[in-house]
């Protein structure tokens, strides 16, 4: 089949490409009722952001999704934005931003192709099965063509998969590595056999911060489904509300996408609430996948020694452990969790810029970026909380 029988076309909303066909290219695994290998790009989450007001006119986020065609028939999409500012992204490039604009050039508007506000891996080139590799190159060709056109500064493809970013490369992309920390499940029957292959220190300090949160004086239970109930999501919005103000100035989900999410999510959630007195005091939400718990909001309105550990990290682990799920991904940063048995991973992503002169010196970046992040990664897991055997097992 030749490329030049490929139709490109942007999309101003994924309603414009709707549920069926935009899912047969997201997640084609969960065709037969199965879950999807993460519920980030499915039709629904993606949804739930734009209806919600999450994205769109106002947030810096205006979604340009590219369709792929061939006769007429949709072979691939990529969740494509418009963006205003590098809020919300995970993956910093404020300073490529600051350099180009001291130069006298223009950084934004961008195009970056990604979840937004979500840190989690996940395929962002999104084929029907059959079209694997001709509707990658559409998607990426499509993108840098529409950036060139458009004369936009650079085109970036965040938390993307290592195979994504490999064939990225070879199309001419510039690679980026970075890091960070997730839990691996080593097929452990429970909490106490995850503990078991911690050194003693670190097992001893973990079973200390358990016993100091739950000393809080309340409960703390894990619903998900339709256990999920609407008066959950009025208290976890407060949580949600506070640690938004904090980390980003305003929150970046609306009120309303919670509300969808009960409706239309709840199902791919698993929401984890601390009850003191009658009245929920703090909360984690996680996302779940087909092999994977992804961890993404906490927030609380009363401060409880090592709460946040145990709703974030132990319940997390306790979850994966309970549904044999792989991995526990934690959100962006934090070397923290490298006591509480989330090693450093590596995360890619993909950026394309269209002045040749800024771009050599983003590669430039880029290369010693990536020796410093080799390097880190193999300092920290070196030093983790697990028994040597255990880290080479898992290396």
């Not at 499915?42 to 734009?50: D, G, W």
């Not at 936009?152 to 070879?170: K, M, P, Q, R």
């Amino acid at each position: 089949m030749s490329e030049q029988s490929i139709e490109i076309r942007l999309m101003g909303g994924i309603d414009e490409i709707g549920q069926s066909e935009w899912d047969a290219c997201a997640c084609p695994e969960a065709g037969n009722g199965s879950p999807p290998n993460d519920p980030f790009t499915t039709y629904r989450f993606m949804s739930a952001l734009e209806k919600s007001g999450s994205v769109g006119p106002g947030t810096g986020w205006q979604q340009q999704h590219l369709a792929a065609f061939v006769e007429g028939q949709l072979i691939a999409v990529a969740p494509l934005y418009a963006k205003m500012h590098s809020q919300g992204e995970y993956i910093f490039d404020h300073n490529w931003a600051h350099a180009l604009e001291r130069a006298g050039g223009r950084y934004y508007p961008k195009l970056q192709i990604a979840v937004p506000h979500t840190p989690a891996t996940g395929r962002r080139f999104l084929t029907r099965p059959g079209f694997e590799d001709i509707g990658k190159r559409a998607l990426i060709q499509g993108a840098v063509q529409v950036a060139d056109n458009n004369q936009l500064s650079s085109v970036h493809i965040t938390f993307c998969t290592e195979d994504e970013a490999v064939f990225g490369e070879e199309m001419g992309l510039m690679v980026r590595k970075s890091q960070q920390f997730h839990w691996r499940n080593a097929g452990y029957a429970d909490f106490d056999g995850f503990l078991g292959s911690l050194n003693s220190r670190k097992r001893k300090n973990i079973r200390k911060e358990r016993a100091q949160a739950q000393a809080f004086g309340g409960e703390i239970h894990t619903f998900t489904g339709d256990q999920i109930l609407p008066e959950h999501w009025d208290a976890f919005w407060q949580f949600y509300q506070d640690t938004g103000a904090r980390k980003w100035g305003t929150p970046y989900l609306t009120r309303e996408f919670f509300d969808i999410a009960q409706d239309t999510l709840r199902d791919d959630m698993a929401l984890v609430l601390a009850e003191r007195d009658g009245r929920w005091i703090a909360g984690a939400l996680n996302f779940i996948g087909s092999d994977a718990l992804y961890g993404r909001y906490w927030g609380c309105i009363e401060h409880h020694p090592c709460l946040h550990f145990e709703l974030c990290y132990y319940r997390a682990i306790d979850f994966a452990i309970e549904r044999g799920l792989h991995t526990v991904e934690a959100g962006a940063q934090g070397e923290h969790k490298l006591a509480r048995g989330y090693l450093p991973s590596v995360v890619w992503s993909l950026h394309w810029m269209r002045d040749e002169g800024f771009g050599n010196a983003v590669a430039d970046y880029l290369e010693a970026e990536r020796d410093a992040v080799e390097q880190e990664i193999e300092i920290l897991t070196e030093y983790g909380p697990f028994k040597r055997a255990v880290v080479e097992e898992q290396e």
